[in-house]
């Protein structure tokens, strides 16, 4: 069960989604957070997701960037995973300060809040297309939770194109401790679970999309997961 060929196959069944071309840009690259290590830094798949993410930026294939997650709790030297991304690709790219192109959206709990909240932003920017940037095991979640915010949230004549960010399957980091390897097969069977929880709930799509638009000025929208 905690073979690596086996948990790499069972990543790749939930990478499933539009995927941005190579010959495509968008204007924002949603980097979505993750659980935190014990001192604060970044876990193996969040460093994935900020590696790819900024490739993107630097690349010009995404003119922005949200980091997206709120704080996760517990003892994490008090900061959010959007800080904690932020300053972590801020020392990848060798930068002292946050371009003025970096957006950090720290409220957020749940992959329902990181859409409806960076949802916000993309609004208030009229932006036309977004990225989003994940780890293959919750990309297809991420995708059509978002493809449904953005429908629900904004007007038709303001939709906007979704895309994933190709993040390989093999490049996770799967093959060192076991202790990894667990939580990298813990990863796709809490993911069967929050889909089913999602597709109960109308968060991807069908069924939400007939209920009322999310207002998107306020407070945060209350609901988490």
Aim: with cysteine; charged share 25%; proline share 5%.
């Amino acid at each position: 069960m905690l073979n690596s060929r086996i948990i790499k196959w069972q990543h790749s069944l939930l990478a499933k989604g539009r995927y941005l071309p190579q010959d495509e840009e968008a204007d924002v690259a949603i980097i979505l957070g993750y659980t935190l290590n014990r001192d604060g830094t970044p876990s193996p798949p969040l460093e994935q997701r900020i590696e790819a993410g900024l490739r993107l930026f630097e690349e010009r294939r995404a003119e922005n960037v949200i980091f997206s997650g709120g704080h996760p709790g517990g003892d994490r030297h008090n900061r959010s995973e959007a800080e904690v991304m932020q300053a972590y690709a801020l020392q990848m790219s060798h930068r002292t300060s946050p371009p003025d192109r970096w957006f950090l959206e720290d409220e957020s709990r749940s992959t329902r809040e990181n859409a409806l909240f960076s949802v916000r932003i993309i609004a208030q920017h009229r932006w036309r297309s977004i990225v989003v940037v994940t780890n293959s095991f919750h990309q297809l979640r991420s995708y059509l939770t978002f493809r449904c915010a953005v429908q629900q949230s904004l007007p038709q004549d303001r939709q906007i194109q979704v895309w994933l960010a190709h993040v390989p399957v093999e490049d996770l980091n799967i093959s060192g401790l076991s202790l990894q390897r667990v939580y990298s097969s813990w990863d796709f069977y809490r993911e069967l679970a929050a889909l089913l929880y999602y597709w109960l709930r109308g968060w991807l799509c069908q069924s939400a999309c007939m209920q009322k638009p999310i207002v998107l000025e306020g407070e945060p929208h209350p609901e988490m997961v």
